[in-house]
């Protein structure tokens, strides 16, 4: 760990709370490598941790309080009794964050009385720039409330009660930002399974860069319904295609469900959504009456607060875009376990996890829809610029892209990207460092005991 950054951080601390830091906890942010929005339809991802990361400073306070302040002086300060905690979803004010994490394992360990806590949070991760700043800090939330109660929670349930708590800011979101920031390894991205929860290690080849580059373009799931239209979408077309397949269809929630149900292939998938659904957007007055459903009920048992607006669904494109995007996550996984080991980078290896990344950001951008004018152009600017690969990273709409970079061509494509996208737009050019570097996966989330510094 930085101690200069430590150091900085225990001084801003003791000068907010008048007291030295008992401990700091610790979690990364991360970068989706493939398999995007297909977490909460219940399929595998493949993501990584990065160095960049959410740290909060820790004492216990016996006021039964929580006092939060951010070095970052843009976001205010804010205290709560440890009781009754709401979490006001009409804005996304950043603390929000902090209390789901917070509310979650509050909840968990079921305490008559947990401990009140002063906190500085230091962040590193972009802000609203798709690399899972939000899910970091839910994270660092939870961490930190677990080890002020001296209390002790796996890894693995800890990432699944965030993922829960952090619907309470009104997102639906999958597992895969709280489950890599608890389960990444240093050194290797991690395919990530869900029912159960399990993360393996796959290893990338040397010769291998990840780049990622922000499109400037701000991006806060919470803040808009995108995010949760989208989710709807997709339980929506499991329900119709269940019940087109003659399965029990009011049990199935996620499109994974139908297709475990029918036990075949994504591919095969991919087939039944031709077959049951249509291209042509579904009214309500289709959907309900395909499912036998009032308006309201539709409303109450498939969308979420922020979607009830919304009169049409296009459930063929976003069926299509999971079933493929699984696939394709599979491919990656397989091409990874194939590729050379320590003795240099396979072309062909390369251009194949390549190819995988280009067909999940042309399926993100056609199907699902979650790309916008701006990550597009920089995907562009970066094959051009020598990226084997390169797609949009994370929720979308904005926010950053990762590609894949022979680290021969490293150089070159720096500066072509530089030149092609950030110096077009002298405001691009703002915090360059922070929003275009290539990375290394990152170690998962942890505590750290407080060592005096020497000042
Ligand atoms: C956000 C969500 C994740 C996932 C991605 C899209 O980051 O929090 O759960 O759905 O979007 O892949």
Redesign the pocket.
């Known amino acids: 760990m930085d101690t200069e950054r430590l150091a900085r951080i225990e001084d801003h601390f003791k000068t907010k709370f008048g007291s030295t830091p008992q401990f700091y906890a610790r979690a990364p942010g991360r970068v989706?490598l493939i398999?995007?929005?297909?977490?909460?339809c219940g399929y595998s991802?493949l993501p990584m941790a990065i160095q960049q990361d959410i740290l909060i400073a820790v004492a216990s306070n016996n006021m039964s309080e929580i006092n939060l302040s951010n070095t970052n002086p843009r976001y205010c300060d804010f205290s709560n009794t440890v009781h009754d905690i709401a979490i006001d979803t009409t804005r996304p004010f950043w603390y929000n964050y902090f209390l789901c994490g917070f509310k979650g394992v509050q909840e968990h360990l079921g305490l008559s009385e947990t401990v009140g806590m002063n906190c500085l949070v230091d962040g590193t991760i972009p802000a609203n720039s798709g690399l899972?700043s939000s899910?970091a800090l839910v994270c660092c939330a939870g961490l930190a409330t677990m080890a002020a109660n001296q209390q002790t929670i796996s890894m693995k349930e800890l990432a699944e009660i965030c993922t829960r708590s952090e619907r309470y800011v009104g997102t639906q979101?999958?597992?895969?930002?709280q489950s890599i920031s608890f389960l990444a390894r240093k050194g290797s991205a991690m395919l990530i399974d869900f029912e159960p929860l399990r993360a393996t290690e796959v290893s990338m080849p040397p010769g291998a860069v990840f780049v990622i580059a922000s499109s400037c373009v701000e991006m806060n799931?919470a803040a808009t319904a995108h995010?949760n239209v989208r989710v709807a979408e997709c339980r929506i077309a499991a329900k119709i295609l269940a019940k087109a397949m003659s399965l029990r269809w009011q049990e199935v929630v996620k499109l994974k469900d139908v297709q475990d149900a029918q036990q075949v292939s994504t591919m095969d998938m991919l087939a039944m959504v031709e077959t049951y659904l249509h291209p042509e957007p579904y009214s309500r007055h289709e959907i309900c009456s395909a499912l036998e459903l009032s308006n309201t009920q539709l409303d109450s048992m498939l969308l979420s607060q922020n979607t009830t607006h919304v009169q049409s669904f296009k459930l063929y494109q976003r069926a299509k875009h999971v079933f493929g995007e699984a696939d394709r996550v599979s491919e990656f996984r397989l091409a990874c376990h194939g590729a050379p080991g320590q003795g240099g980078t396979d072309a062909a290896f390369l251009r194949s996890v390549g190819e995988l990344m280009n067909a999940s950001h042309s399926s993100c951008r056609d199907l699902y829809e979650c790309s916008c004018d701006e990550l597009d152009d920089l995907v562009n600017i970066c094959l051009k610029s020598g990226a084997v690969g390169s797609r949009l990273t994370?929720?979308g709409w904005g926010g950053c892209t990762v590609s894949l970079v022979p680290a021969e061509r490293l150089p070159a494509f720096m500066d072509g990207v530089r030149g092609g996208f950030y110096e077009a737009d002298p405001r691009r050019m703002h915090q360059l460092a922070e929003n275009f570097f290539a990375t290394e996966p990152a170690a998962g989330a942890s505590i750290l005991k407080h060592q005096p510094t020497a000042n």
């Open positions: 989706n398999g995007e929005h297909v977490d909460y991802v899972s899910s979101g999958g597992g895969m930002d799931k995010f994370g929720a």
